[in-house]
């Protein structure tokens, strides 16, 4: 008896993807393109001739069919950002004889109208994590975390490996790392992923309100019951963003849910029992305000057990260009600047910024400056004064005070004039009048 595949011909199975409710591509183990659906090359305006034997993410916006080529990593229903909008994608590792020979992609979507019928169920799915509480399906999974150097990596196999259990997590960064969306990844892959995901800033809820947030409240009337963050995330996930900013008396209760398993609303004399597992975020170490009295010993060593240190933009410059293609085409579809790229003069201050704000500082940087550009070229003049400024360094020391003061001076005078040939432009970017601007450029010869 033959099989289903002996009996349909290479012309049935083409037909086959032609037509299925969804477009498809299928890469290399080099991530070009070895075949993509008719539907799919319509919709991204190109013709399969174009589009088979380029790299993928030259043909696909935002693709990320070479991480699953390289990681191994499959992405079911995974939110696609492109055009403007998001779709569900899956991804999948070809394999022969144990290796990775390529990959295989889908989007759920056929046509125009299935796209606009269906993405904004997804759009309204992805907008459900608010400001303080998400009561349904995180957003963040482990494969949105953009990032292959050796330093996101460690910290998405960590991830992996404590995400089922019910440990409470401490997570530290710099300002604008995205500590919230490792929170999320790591709700997304554990077994409480069905319940909800809730946010709680520290820093944001003045010190009178936060113990009504988190504990809720009972009373005879209805006006004086409020139920807390802890009672909405029951079952789920509770995120304690800017911990270090909790009142010690605060830190007590927290340290009563940790040890206990129980919280006492205001007005209640009985302990509550809850189901609800702990992640913390912090941008500063815990142990130094442990150190300086701000944070409780014993809650310190109960919670810090499993932390996750997520590195500052500068120190992970390997996922740099990874990350502001991905912001940067994502703002231009948003906006409808499809044919805007960024100047090679550009990209080196970009890259050459220390970046204090993280990745978050990136992101609004990038946005900004599209936004700034009316041409199809983002030059340096669309870039923060900041940013267009190179950083520079006093490493003499042979140098008296006032040598190292010219020489940083004179620095920074010619890196200007190299970005801004108008002297009367740079004069202005410095801060300086025309006539003190001109003495300076005699006195250095410039």
């Given at each position: 008896m033959t099989s289903v595949t002996d009996r349909l011909?290479?012309?049935?199975?083409?037909?086959?993807?032609?037509n299925a409710f969804q477009w498809f591509v299928v890469v290399d183990r080099e991530a070009n393109i070895l075949y993509i659906n008719e539907e799919y090359c319509k919709f991204l305006e190109t013709t399969r001739e174009k589009a088979i034997g380029m790299p993928v993410e030259e043909v696909i916006e935002n693709s990320r069919m070479h991480e699953v080529v390289q990681t191994g990593e499959v992405h079911i229903a995974s939110p696609h950002f492109i055009k403007g909008t998001y779709m569900l994608a899956n991804r999948v590792p070809l394999e022969v004889d144990g290796e990775i020979v390529g990959a295989f992609g889908s989007v759920m979507f056929r046509d125009l109208n299935d796209w606009n019928n269906l993405s904004s169920h997804v759009r309204t799915t992805m907008e459900k994590i608010k400001v303080g509480h998400a009561t349904e399906n995180t957003i963040f999974q482990l494969q949105d975390i953009l990032g292959s150097s050796d330093s996101i990596r460690s910290v998405k196999e960590t991830i992996q490996m404590i995400a089922p259990s019910d440990l409470p997590v401490l997570i530290q960064g710099e300002s604008g790392t995205g500590k919230e969306m490792f929170a999320q990844s790591i709700h997304y892959l554990s077994n409480r992923s069905d319940k909800?995901?809730?946010?709680?800033?520290?820093?944001?809820?003045?010190?009178?309100?936060?113990?009504?947030?988190?504990?809720?409240?009972?009373?005879?009337?209805?006006?004086?019951?409020?139920?807390g963050r802890f009672h909405q995330a029951e079952g789920g996930t509770l995120f304690l963003d800017d911990l270090?900013?909790?009142?010690?008396?605060?830190?007590?209760?927290?340290?009563?849910?940790?040890?206990?398993?129980?919280?006492?609303?205001?007005?209640?004399?009985?302990?509550?029992?809850?189901?609800?597992?702990?992640?913390?975020a912090v941008n500063q170490p815990l142990k130094t305000l442990m150190e300086s009295g701000k944070?409780?010993?014993?809650?310190?060593?109960?919670?810090?057990?499993?932390?996750?240190?997520i590195?500052?933009?500068?120190?992970?410059?390997d996922d740099f260009e990874e990350i502001t293609s991905h912001f940067f085409h994502g703002t231009i579809a948003k906006v409808g600047k499809r044919n805007l790229s960024i100047a090679a003069e550009t990209m080196q201050y970009l890259k050459e910024y220390s970046w204090p704000g993280n990745v978050r500082e990136l992101y609004n940087v990038i946005q900004a400056a599209v936004y700034l550009t009316n041409g199809d070229v983002v030059l340096p003049s669309a870039l923060p004064q900041e940013v267009r400024l190179k950083s520079l360094y006093y490493t003499s020391n042979t140098q008296t005070l006032q040598q190292a003061v010219e020489q940083l001076e004179m620095n920074i005078i010619s890196e200007t004039l190299q970005a801004f040939p108008s002297r009367r432009e740079a004069a202005k970017l410095l801060g300086l009048s025309k006539s003190t601007f001109y003495e300076k450029l005699k006195k250095y010869n410039f």
């Open positions: 011909t290479e012309s049935v199975l083409l037909e086959i993807l032609e909800p995901f809730v946010k709680v800033n520290c820093a944001a809820i003045p010190v009178d309100f936060l113990e009504l947030e988190l504990f809720g409240s009972v009373g005879s009337t209805e006006h004086s019951q409020r139920k270090g900013d909790m009142p010690l008396p605060l830190q007590v209760e927290l340290l009563r849910v940790l040890q206990e398993g129980t919280i006492e609303p205001i007005g209640s004399q009985k302990a509550i029992k809850v189901n609800v597992r702990i992640i913390a944070f409780r010993e014993d809650l310190y060593y109960r919670i810090h057990a499993i932390t996750l240190q590195p500052p933009l500068r120190q992970r410059m």
